[in-house]
């Protein structure tokens, strides 16, 4: 199943990485935190681990840790704009239950 992107996800990282200059592409993760247990994390990669997962969406890659993926397997991320707010928006089937104001999840 893995983890994947949507088109306006993939343009905004490809945009963001060309302006960079430099990297591999993305690494998405989770780490503990917030009211419902475990938190996203997005960062660039500039060199993959040896153990990372890599997930082609279109022009990007999507470097998992092992820990994380059991979390995100199935995942999409997304890129949306409503009125003035924008940003990722994770689309994860795992997750049970999120907190209010919406930086948290609990699986």
Same mark, same amino acid.
């Given at each position: 199943?893995?983890?994947?992107?949507?088109a306006?996800?993939?343009?905004?990282?490809?945009?963001?990485?060309?302006?960079?200059?430099?990297?591999?592409g993305i690494?998405?993760g989770?780490?503990?935190?917030?009211?419902? /247990?475990?938190?996203?994390? $997005?960062?660039?990669?500039?060199?993959?681990?040896?153990?990372?997962?890599?997930?082609?969406? /279109?022009?990007?890659k999507?470097?998992?840790?092992?820990?994380s993926l059991?979390?995100?397997?199935?995942?999409e $991320?997304d890129?949306?704009?409503?009125?003035?707010?924008?940003?990722?928006?994770?689309?994860?089937?795992?997750v049970r239950?999120?907190?209010?104001?919406?930086e948290?999840?609990?699986?």
């Amino acid at each position: 199943m893995g983890v994947s992107m949507t088109a306006a996800a993939e343009r905004h990282v490809a945009r963001y990485l060309e302006k960079r200059g430099h990297g591999a592409g993305i690494r998405l993760g989770v780490r503990t935190s917030g009211c419902s /247990g475990m938190a996203y994390v $997005l960062e660039f990669v500039d060199e993959a681990d040896s153990e990372d997962q890599v997930f082609e969406s /279109g022009p990007v890659k999507i470097f998992v840790d092992p820990k994380s993926l059991s979390y995100l397997e199935g995942t999409e $991320l997304d890129y949306v704009r409503e009125g003035l707010n924008e940003g990722f928006k994770f689309n994860n089937p795992n997750v049970r239950s999120e907190c209010g104001c919406g930086e948290s999840f609990n699986v």
